[in-house]
């Protein structure tokens, strides 16, 4: 499975983006995918990740109710939707598959991973 990762940017405090991660491969509904980041100096965290089917999520204390993560299997697409931006949601976000831990993280495929900066 190969991940590309797309939608970020800079956006202001408070703004929204919307993250996609296109994926390569047939088996890609077969996976638990999920999005995690890493800000400069950091370690990479976990920040949301969705079952198989898509009917089950679960989200870092630090974006819920701000950050939504859903999926489109017919398309091979995972999508992170993050409204209320703050600047410590500044990093560069990865995408993920086969995810067999939030932290630390650990998955068998990674995106290369997306620029997102929130100004204050």
């Known amino acids: 499975v190969q991940l590309q990762a797309s939608g970020g940017g800079l956006v202001q405090a408070g703004g929204s983006l919307r993250l996609s991660c296109a994926a390569s491969g047939r088996t890609f509904s077969t996976y638990t995918t999920g999005w995690f980041r890493q800000a400069p100096g950091e370690e990479r965290e976990f920040v949301a990740a969705?079952?198989?089917?898509?009917?089950?999520?679960d989200y870092a204390d630090s974006v819920k109710g701000r950050f939504a993560i859903s999926r489109d299997n017919a398309k091979n697409t995972v999508f992170l939707q993050m409204n209320s931006l703050k600047p410590e949601d500044t990093a560069v976000y990865y995408c993920a598959a086969d995810l067999m831990a939030y932290s630390p993280p650990q998955a068998s495929y990674w995106g290369q991973g997306t620029q997102v900066t929130v100004s204050s």
């Open positions: 969705v079952a198989r089917g898509g009917d089950s999520t």
